[in-house]
């Protein structure tokens, strides 16, 4: 039965047309020489190169991976339109001299879908921030930055205050609205590196790894401007206010990410407690302890 089908097989590939097999597969198929000059490409390969700028007959150095024979690239077109591949490369033997071929499967839509998912899973629908799960992931890799470059993490606690009187006087979608303020103000008022979360209905993290051009104080009083700003504006009819904590822990301690963002949170509340409303709109900070043997701390209303 064995020698049966070898066979069959054998006269199967003699009866083939292999070149007609390549010209018609629907994926791109590039074979290069030593020099990782192009000398093959199908139908399909021909329209790829068409659509990526010229490179003198030459394979394009985003698909040359000479150390892995499988790996997923990104080629950007003459259009600028990113283009994603899953790339196998293999050695074979064209007209007797030694070649690598390359087949490029196009990811680029599963990509899309992909970054779509995980948009859903890890943002926050009604702000576009990250939500509790996307802060999780992100903060594992903010203390990997942060302990590789021997940085401090701060974290930011953020709640909007008086939200329920807002809801009850002007009604939840009046409430919604503060809420994506707030999470404008926090865009506007931080960097696009920090990682920005909705943690709960009327709550925000922040977490940022220190840098001297951007202290503490110069966020905070950056953001009691752009809120006074904004609550200046005409046709209000709620005052926007919130209260921070915020929490700090030196780059030469171990630390757990879920307790500095805890810590912040126990200083908003003792923020919130201490204050009245009219001191919180004053924006007088408990100035942080310098002492590097614990974690600085901070407690503003805004």
């Known amino acids: 039965m ?7 097989l054998a006269h199967y590939v003699n009866q083939t ?5 390549l010209q018609r597969h629907p994926d791109p198929i590039l074979v290069t020489d030593e020099y990782k000059e ?28 000479e150390l892995n024979y499988s790996y997923i690239v990104n080629v ?4 600028g339109e990113v283009l994603s591949f899953d790339v196998n490369r293999t050695e074979i033997q064209w007209n007797n001299e030694v070649a690598i071929m390359y087949c490029l499967h196009d990811i680029t839509t ?5 970054n779509e998912l995980e948009q859903l899973v890890y943002s926050d629908h009604m702000t576009g921030l990250y939500n509790s799960r996307g802060l999780e992931v992100l903060s594992a890799h903010v203390r990997s930055i942060a302990t590789r470059n021997k940085q401090s993490i701060t974290s930011y606690y953020i709640d909007v205050n008086n939200l329920k009187r807002i809801n009850d006087d002007y009604g939840h979608s009046m409430g919604d609205t503060a809420i994506i303020e707030t999470a404008e103000i926090i865009n506007h008022c931080f960097r696009n590196a920090d990682v920005s979360a909705r943690v709960g209905g009327d709550e925000f993290v922040v977490l940022t790894l220190d840098d001297v051009n951007e202290p503490v104080d110069l966020i905070l009083a950056r953001l009691e401007k752009e809120i006074e700003r904004r609550n200046t504006m005409a046709d209000r009819c709620y005052e926007l206010s919130v209260s921070v904590g915020v929490s700090r822990h030196p780059a030469n ?3 757990n ?5 805890q810590e912040a949170d126990h200083r908003m509340y003792v923020a919130k407690k201490q204050k009245s409303d ?9 100035r942080p302890v310098r002492d590097e043997s614990r974690l600085d701390q901070l407690q503003v209303a805004v």
Do not use: W
Not at 45 to 61: D, E, I, K, M, Q
């Open 17 to 21: 047309d292999v070149a007609t097999m």
């Open 110 to 114: 599963h990509k899309l879908y992909c």
């Open 253 to 255: 301690h171990l630390f």
């Open 278 to 286: 009219a001191a919180m709109r004053q924006c007088t900070p408990v």
């Open 38 to 65: 192009i000398v093959y490409t199908n139908t399909a390969g021909a329209r790829l190169l068409c659509r990526l700028p010229s490179n003198n007959g030459y394979l394009h150095r985003e698909i040359n991976q």
């Open 257 to 261: 990410v879920h307790q500095l963002i």
């Open 76 to 79: 950007d077109d003459v259009n």
């Open 2 to 8: 064995n020698q049966l089908r070898s066979g069959f």
